[in-house]
């Protein structure tokens, strides 16, 4: 972390994919923004990587309100002063990226890598999106199967547990 008066810049590293996060705390309309750029597949990971869009990642950045750009599976996300109420505001927005980013690499790897439709995967990846704004955590632990390639359906559960949803079917949000 390196602080430049009302700008901080952080680094943070999942083995070979940095995120770097630039926040200008000056007030909103005094230029105050938040800046991140996150390298989500390494060049070794290219052939293997189950989902290159990072789909699951941008829908949490935009449920956040922050404007996304992806290129060569680079992410660009922003949460503009233009955006921003206060002060409080842009502290929350940082709150709640701070809360996001040990959930970034997992994110990706684990909504493309579900053997469901790719339709699914994005519906998946917002209802996820949504968990995350509502409780600041995503608990796929305990909505993952034990393989990691299915999730519990939202169903009511049987006598052998919630069913899986299955591969080709839709996924259903919870009510």
């Not at 519906?123 to 393989?147: H, N, S």
């Amino acid at each position: 972390m390196f602080c430049y008066g009302n700008e901080v810049h952080y680094y943070v590293s999942f083995r070979n994919h940095p995120v770097f996060i630039r926040i200008d705390y000056a007030p909103p309309l005094g230029g105050g923004m938040i800046d991140l750029a996150y390298y989500g597949v390494s060049k070794y990971e290219l052939d293997s990587h189950p989902g290159l869009e990072l789909d699951a990642v941008q829908a949490c950045f935009k449920r956040l309100d922050f404007a996304v750009a992806v290129e060569n599976t680079r992410i660009h996300a922003r949460y503009d002063k233009e955006q921003a109420r206060d002060l409080a505001d842009l502290c929350e927005k940082a709150e709640a990226l701070f809360r996001l980013v040990p959930y970034l690499m997992d994110l990706d790897w684990i909504v493309g890598g579900l053997e469901v439709s790719p339709d699914a995967r994005r519906d998946v990846g917002r209802a996820w999106a949504d968990l995350f704004a509502r409780w600041g955590a995503l608990p796929y632990a305990r909505v993952m199967t034990q393989d990691r390639l299915g999730i519990w359906s939202p169903a009511s559960r049987g006598p052998r547990g919630p069913p899986r949803c299955g591969g080709q079917g839709a996924f259903r949000t919870p009510t």
